[in-house]
């Protein structure tokens, strides 16, 4: 059985940090006991110290609740997926074994024993990494290019995968150079090389058989390119490397991780498979069939439904459409009547602006030239004007004060 896949994450490393805090826990410890026993004053540089371990011990329990919860939540979120995976894998082995009987009927396979092939085929999968598609789609097309021992030569190369050290998706290259030989009726060089990529451990054995039962004499790729090699000799010598018991417990190992989990895989595998079994998969088929004409319906209302209010849509839009051309129609009278408004105004109002201006660029003009005549030139009233004032004011304040009165002159 394929294996399936399970992933755990832990972003942080709970088992070193856990061991690095504990270790940083019995330092702490081992100094306050030497500060108890030492008594006196260092005694009482215990009870912080003691303290502190305390600290850092409820700081590991902490942690470590941390990372037990973490890992719970990812092992099952990985459960889940799992149990996913395997309806997944439940579900296309049911299928695999009806196309498997269908392709073995068209071969002209009487029903004994395609009833039998049937079994091997499901229980190699169930004993091995491999999945049941791969191992029925080999058997059946072996069976239809006329292998005679098609359920044991596809087993063969399936032990040999795992001896040679190959896992599941190296199987199907296998899988692929065994029926595209079987196909061709003699080895060739891209599917030899095709093998050898796959299994590189399985490549000199396999010259080895093959120049010992005669397949070839000389220079081994030469001879494959010529054709020497058949399909026949090619199965023959698989078959000797494949069906030896240190190549069949390699394919039925449970040592592996590998194994362990496809054997794992297989056993929760084959418990769905009985409850659909059991609830029969013509009504599980029937079961979907009908959601999927009920979908259909609901797709098929949906549309019917769209169509009924499209010419509401499309009556709204016109109607849109159609009050937005109006009022551009109408902004579009209305705009010149507002330009005209505003140029009337602005023809009545420039001309009194500009006399305004211009009577006020008059009157300061009058009051620049005003009091330039006032205080310049040598006959203005600040020369003659101020001089006399000033000899005025102060013969009054001779006479007022009762001083000789004195002749003044302002230069």
Known sequence: ??????????????????????????????VADTAEAAGGKVGKS???????????????????QFAVAGVAVKAASAAFQMLSDNVQEALSASDSLDKFQQTMQFAGIDKGAISEASKAVKKYADDTVYDLSTVANTTAQLASNGVKDFTGLTQAAGNLNAVAGGNADTFKSVAMVLTQTAGAGKLT?????QLSDAIPGAAGPLQKALQDAGAYTGNFRDAMAEGQITADEFNSALMDLGMSDVAKEA??????????????????????QSMIDSIGKGN????????TSAVQTGFQWVGQAIQTVMPYVQSFFTGLTGFLGQAAEGLSGFLPAISSVFQGVIDVALPILSSIVEGVKQYIGFLVEYWTGIFSGDNSVWKTALPASFSLFLKWLCLSCKMPLASFRVL
């Open 284 to 291: 599980l088929v029937g079961l979907i069939n009908g959601f």
């Open 251 to 272: 394919a039925t190992s449970t040592s592996t991780f590998e194994g362990a989990f496809g054997s794992l895989e297989a056993t929760v595998v084959n418990g769905l």
């Open 46 to 64: 215990v009870s912080p110290l003691k303290g502190m371990s305390s600290a850092v011990g409820g700081f590991i329990s902490k942690v470590g």
């Open 1 to 30: 059985m394929a294996l399936g896949k399970i992933s755990f994450q832990i972003d942080v490393d709970t088992k070193q940090l856990s061991s690095n805090l504990k270790q940083a826990t019995s330092s702490f410890k081992a």
């Open 189 to 193: 060089t891209e599917n030899w090389n």
